[in-house]
């Protein structure tokens, strides 16, 4: 039995991202055997009855999928909307639905990149700021901000109390051409924190409103090719430079292969080969066991003994 944190059961399920399984929890949507959950309550699906809004969640099977896709304006980055909206899930077939969920989000009048995978801990490694995935946008706003409004910028804005961090904000000629400096300005704007509406805060409180935003890089990954609307599968490559470019990310295409490998069924009671190792001889050894206990060797300790104080004796 291996109970972990209901957030990266969930994630690592395909159910939703780590935040937006603490939201439910919150909101009392979840029940682990019966029992309402509080954030910190931990279950394994293989021996726990774990249900979202009265639905058991069950164990995530097959092959895990990740998706690259050319998000149009006019779509929600979210596997429903209650409002009834459109949302990413509408330009993917029906079939790849399944645990399926976007990685991180894009406003609703966003163009551009958008992840979408069945890992959980891919999508919470690529979208959460912590693990510093850098996310590369083309921004066109009203008229020609200057210098010294682009610096502020850069240093970080204070939004919902809180500084955010550095951005790069480089100017460059938009793909509509020379840009006219009376009517409107392209820039590209790195970030490595990105907070809801950012960008379109950032530029608002200079006195130019964002006029079309659209996201071009995540990480090392770019398409100009990919058609708005339409998505492909990553490549194995892709997927290991996405996760190699994250704090503390393992990156080898080897790695990838083996989660994109149908996983085993893990019956109640089966464990790794690792673990039973653990269980096992190196365990013993780790903790003394099958050898003679320290405090019951004969003899004192040979060598110099250490002075902490660093004192002559």
Known sequence: MNRERLQKVLARAGVGSR??????????RITVNGVVAELGTKADLEWDAVKVDDKRIQPL????????????AGHISSRRDPEGRRTVLDLVPVGLH??????GRLDFDTEGLLLLTSDGDFAQRVAHPRYGCAKTYEVKVKGAPVTKDLNKLREGIVLEGHRTAPVEIEPFR?????RDPKSNSWFRVVLGEGRTRQIREMFFRIGHPVQRLRRVGIGPLHDPN?????????????VARLRGSTRGGRGSVEQVKRRRATRQETGPGKR??????????????????GGTPRSSRGGPR??????PRGRRR
């Open 272 to 289: 790794s080969g690792a673990g039973r190792k653990r269980g096992g001889d190196a365990g013993k050894s780790r903790r003394g066991g």
């Open 226 to 238: 990919l058609p708005l609307g339409q998505w492909r599968h990553l490549t194995d490559d892709e």
């Open 61 to 72: 099977r097959g092959p895990c999928v990740y998706l690259v896709l050319n998000k149009p």
């Open 98 to 103: 399944r645990a399926l969920v976007p990685v």
């Open 174 to 178: 938009g793909p509509e051409g020379a």
């Open 19 to 28: 935040r937006k399984v603490e939201e439910w929890i919150r909101e009392g």
């Open 302 to 307: 040979r060598g110099k003994t250490k002075n």
